[in-house]
């Protein structure tokens, strides 16, 4: 017989990286790639960037939260995580949504590294002119 637990789930992205996350009631685990948080970052700072939407709508230690994350570094995987936490509260809840907006976690961070173009050093960077 299949499980009728209620989950909630969204997606989040940060420059390259894409988080899938799935809410569910629970006791605040929180498993990234089948990871517990405090061995995937290794850092405190990126673990409050994930735990921050929690923190916003004081819902931390509630609910378990399955994220399958790839592409890019551990902090815009953090990123993209914490996005897809936020959307996820906002589907959990709509009245989350002016909470999380005003933090500006529901905001895809547009940022991202810009292309090198032909001909050129780098994306900004020139070769050296000469006039003689």
Same mark, same amino acid.
């Given at each position: 017989?299949?499980?009728?637990?209620? @989950?909630?789930?969204?997606?989040?992205?940060?420059? @390259?990286?894409?988080?899938?996350?799935? &809410?569910?009631? #629970?006791?605040?685990?929180?498993?990234?790639?089948?990871?517990?948080?405090?061995?995937?970052?290794?850092? $405190?700072?990126?673990?409050?960037?994930?735990?921050?939407?929690?923190?916003?709508?004081?819902?931390?230690?509630?609910?378990?939260?399955?994220?399958?994350?790839?592409?890019?570094?551990?902090?815009? +995987?953090? #990123?993209?995580?914490?996005?897809?936490?936020?959307?996820? &509260?906002? $589907?959990?809840?709509?009245?989350?949504? #002016?909470?999380?907006?005003? $933090?500006?976690?529901?905001?895809?961070?547009?940022?991202?590294? $810009?292309?090198?173009?032909? #001909? +050129?050093?780098?994306?900004?960077?020139?070769?050296?002119?000469?006039?003689?």
């Amino acid at each position: 017989m299949a499980s009728t637990e209620i @989950t909630y789930g969204a997606t989040g992205r940060r420059k @390259t990286s894409t988080a899938r996350v799935i &809410l569910k009631p #629970g006791k605040g685990d929180i498993n990234i790639n089948k990871i517990p948080i405090n061995k995937y970052f290794p850092s $405190e700072t990126m673990k409050m960037i994930v735990k921050q939407p929690l923190d916003v709508v004081a819902v931390t230690g509630k609910y378990d939260i399955l994220v399958k994350v790839n592409g890019g570094g551990l902090i815009g +995987q953090a #990123g993209a995580i914490r996005h897809g936490i936020a959307r996820a &509260l906002v $589907e959990l809840n709509s009245d989350f949504s #002016g909470k999380l907006k005003k $933090e500006g976690l529901l905001t895809r961070d547009p940022r991202a590294k $810009e292309r090198k173009k032909y #001909g +050129q050093k780098g994306a900004r960077k020139r070769f050296q002119f000469s006039k003689r």
